[in-house]
């Protein structure tokens, strides 16, 4: 008897740290279940963002400080934002009143916030995984939508995604074309949210 409750206890401990490992680390290696009724936007689509007043080029940043993969990219998106915030705005883009508090801690009060609530925004971007990085050139035409790696904790800058289209939307070249590693989506899924707020900060 006590060693099939030994094994019933290990057993259960063994389901428990596989269950935690796949949601906290291989989930996240394998791309983001597209949604049903994903809207395509293609790249060079016109886009119309009625939430956000756009005065010029934007890097809109798709932020939700619950997924463990918008927490490990958020420190190279600093550094997007240091280096290049002076030449196009920045838009962190926050799922939740609740999460700006926390957005702008990690990525400081001076840049422009839009609470998404019901992915209005994401929607009209083409967008269904955090993080993701879209690029609207001032014509509000599509430039750049995509990971800014090939994988979670890939550091390579070879595979920088968001940060070579931004290089070369900066310098005025054509929209990069980096494939499928680029383009499908890695990382958590949009959440649906009740509350019907969308405000810019």
């Given at each position: 008897m006590r060693v099939f409750i030994t094994f019933c206890i290990l057993s259960?401990?063994?389901?428990?740290?596989?269950?935690?490992f796949w949601h906290q680390e291989i989930k996240y290696t394998l791309p983001t279940p597209t949604p049903q009724h994903l809207k395509s936007v293609p790249i060079l689509s016109r886009v119309e963002l009625k939430e956000i007043d756009q005065k010029g080029p934007l890097?809109?940043?798709?932020?939700?400080?619950?997924?463990p993969c918008?927490?490990?990219?958020?420190s190279h998106v600093t550094q997007l934002i240091r280096h290049h915030g002076d030449s196009i705005q920045f838009i962190i883009v926050v799922p939740s009143l609740q999460d700006l508090a926390v957005a702008k801690r990690?990525?400081?009060e001076s840049l422009t916030y839009a609470i998404d609530?019901?992915?209005?925004?994401?929607v009209t971007c083409?967008?269904?995984s955090t993080p993701q990085a879209v690029i609207i050139t001032k014509d509000k035409s599509l430039y750049f939508r995509g990971n800014y790696n090939r994988s979670r904790y890939c550091t390579s800058q070879a595979s920088n995604y968001a940060e070579l289209?931004?290089?070369s939307f900066l310098n005025r070249q054509p929209s990069p074309a980096f494939g499928l590693e680029a383009s499908l989506a890695y990382g958590c899924e949009l959440a649906?949210?009740?509350?019907?707020?969308?405000?810019?900060?």
């Open positions: 259960a401990c063994l389901v428990g740290i596989i269950s935690i890097f809109i940043h798709f932020y939700n400080p619950d997924c918008s927490r490990f990219n958020a990690k990525f400081g609530p019901q992915n209005k925004i994401a083409g967008v269904y289209a931004l290089v649906d949210q009740a509350n019907t707020l969308s405000e810019i900060f």
